[in-house]
């Protein structure tokens, strides 16, 4: 039972990333409605992720795994929450948008990572997929994350840079990533060294 359920949340959480990455690639990697509501639906399996780790079913840690989710599920609903054209607006002044890089970054991790569980579950080994997974973190993660605080300035410029509660505690957790990034990136570089030893 637990081995059929990680098998169809893998398999659901594949084809929702890839679904999302190529809807998003064909759209010129820019922000558009249906895009956004993929986007929150992909990231939106990620409870069941949370859940997999908290329970022991997945062996994972369950404190890296919320950590990394909260901080996903606040940038989606900050997308969600500005409204559609001042994110359009806003996001097609900067040189790079936060929308392509965590569209790019988001998706492929968890397109690699959902194969790699699955070659996991079914004990096959794809070395290529091994590879993928322990060495596309080196400049995802990092992409990512440079993505996340793009759409923090979007959200910060739409309500005009006001000193209020609400920015203010954006402001608080754009400065725990200098805290926590470094653990969870260099929790990946041993999890590297040690799988591809």
Same mark, same amino acid.
């Given at each position: 039972?637990?081995?059929?359920? +990680? ?55 369950? +404190? ?10 606040? /940038?989606?609903?900050?997308? +969600? ?5 001042t994110l359009v607006e806003i996001d097609s002044t900067l040189p790079v948008t936060g929308f392509a890089l965590?569209? /790019? ?93």
């Amino acid at each position: 039972m637990k081995k059929a359920w +990680l098998i169809s949340f893998n398999i659901i959480t594949l084809i929702a990333w890839a679904l999302f990455f190529f809807h998003a690639a064909l759209h010129g990697l820019q922000v558009d409605a249906q895009s956004l509501y993929m986007l929150a639906l992909a990231q939106g399996l990620a409870i069941f992720e949370v859940m997999n780790a908290v329970i022991g079913i997945a062996g994972a840690n369950w +404190l890296l795994t919320a950590m990394q989710v909260f901080s996903r599920f606040l /940038i989606a609903g900050l997308l +969600l929450f500005i409204p559609f054209e001042t994110l359009v607006e806003i996001d097609s002044t900067l040189p790079v948008t936060g929308f392509a890089l965590i569209s /790019i970054a988001w998706s492929i991790t968890e397109i690699v990572r959902a194969l790699y569980y699955l070659t996991d579950l079914f004990k096959k080994e794809i070395k290529a997929i091994t590879f993928s997974r322990y060495t596309f973190f080196i400049l995802l993660y990092p992409m990512g994350v440079t993505g996340e605080f793009l759409v923090m300035y979007a959200f910060w410029k739409w309500r005009e840079f006001a000193i209020d509660p609400i920015n203010i505690i954006l402001a608080g957790i754009a400065l725990s990533y200098f805290v926590f990034f470094p653990k969870l990136y260099g929790h990946m570089w041993k999890q590297r060294k040690k799988k591809l030893a």
